[in-house]
Structures are given as structure tokens and as C-alpha cells.
């Protein structure tokens, strides 16, 4: 199983992402692409990744081959996450043939309803959902 986790600002979100993902699926492979080189950094300091990249081109080219993308709802808005995210990138995602497990986050001039910001049952619920993508995959 092929899975992208994209974050920028800090790359903390994905961190926990790309630790968590690994505790349930210690098979998969796991590429983290950040926006920048800090959210990036601190996606390899987890020492969970199979492969690190940052940047736009990083971000497209990750997109084509991914079975699974995960991150912060932004990763698929047009200049979100305080302009990290360019349009080509938000259509890389968008666009792409994997599964996306969109987290929401109530940051950066964008409110989602209903969501609680930061609630640790956000991310268990997607870690639940790649499980079940991840046991599906392997029949």
C-alpha cells in the first residue's frame, strides 16, 4: 500500500500521521512530502517515512503513484495553509486516483461546521479508515 501524507506549516499533523500510519500498517510505504522544509524535517524526525520530498513538483509527482493520500483538509484548497498551497497542488490532489482522508482543521481563515478543532477523534477516526482501506487491500 502506497500511501502519501502531505502537511506544511510546522508538519506536525503530519508527523502524528506518519507515526500512526506506521503503527497500523508496518508494511506500508510511506512517502511524506512537505510544503516547506520545516514541516518536512519534522515529518523525518518521526523516522517513520520511506521517503521524504518537499515542494510543489514534489507534492504532483507523489500524487500520481499514491493509493492513499492523507493530511490536512487544505492540502486539496487552492492557497491554503496561508498560501502553501498552490493551485497545482490542490489539483494534484484533487485530481489524483488515490483515496484521500482529508483531516479538518478550523486554521487559517477557514471554519469547517461540526468539527471540533484538534480533537484527538478526528485522527483516530482516520487512522480507523486507513486501517480498514489497508485490510480491504490485502482481502
Given at each position: 500500500?502506497?500511501?502519501?501524507?502531505?502537511?506544511?506549516?510546522?508538519?506536525?499533523l503530519g508527523r502524528k500521521l506518519v507515526e500512526n500510519?506506521?503503527?497500523?500498517?508496518?508494511?506500508?510505504?510511506?512517502?511524506?512530502?512537505?510544503?516547506?522544509?520545516?514541516?518536512?524535517?519534522?515529518?523525518?524526525?518521526?523516522?517513520?517515512?520511506?521517503?521524504?520530498?518537499?515542494?510543489?513538483n514534489a507534492v504532483i509527482v507523489a500524487c500520481r503513484?499514491?493509493?492513499?493520500?492523507?493530511?490536512?483538509?487544505?492540502?486539496?484548497?487552492?492557497?491554503?495553509?496561508?498560501?502553501?498551497?498552490?493551485?497545482?497542488?490542490?489539483?494534484?490532489?484533487?485530481?489524483?486516483?488515490?483515496?484521500?482522508?482529508?483531516?479538518?482543521?478550523?486554521?487559517?481563515?477557514?471554519?469547517?461546521?461540526?468539527?471540533?478543532?484538534?480533537?484527538?477523534?478526528?485522527?483516530?477516526?482516520?487512522?480507523?479508515?486507513?486501517?480498514?482501506?489497508?485490510?480491504?487491500?490485502?482481502?
Amino acid at each position: 500500500m502506497n500511501i502519501l501524507v502531505i502537511d506544511g506549516q510546522g508538519g506536525r499533523l503530519g508527523r502524528k500521521l506518519v507515526e500512526n500510519i506506521r503503527k497500523i500498517c508496518p508494511e506500508a510505504d510511506i512517502t511524506a512530502v512537505g510544503t516547506n522544509s520545516i514541516a518536512t524535517g519534522n515529518m523525518m524526525n518521526s523516522g517513520c517515512a520511506d521517503q521524504l520530498a518537499t515542494g510543489e513538483n514534489a507534492v504532483i509527482v507523489a500524487c500520481r503513484t499514491a493509493q492513499i493520500i492523507v493530511g490536512p483538509f487544505g492540502i486539496a484548497t487552492a492557497d491554503a495553509m496561508l498560501g502553501e498551497i498552490s493551485p497545482a497542488m490542490a489539483n494534484a490532489v484533487a485530481s489524483s486516483p488515490a483515496y484521500r482522508i482529508l483531516i479538518p482543521m478550523n486554521l487559517c481563515r477557514t471554519y469547517i461546521a461540526g468539527v471540533a478543532s484538534g480533537s484527538a477523534a478526528i485522527l483516530e477516526d482516520a487512522m480507523q479508515h486507513i486501517r480498514q482501506m489497508i485490510e480491504k487491500e490485502n482481502g
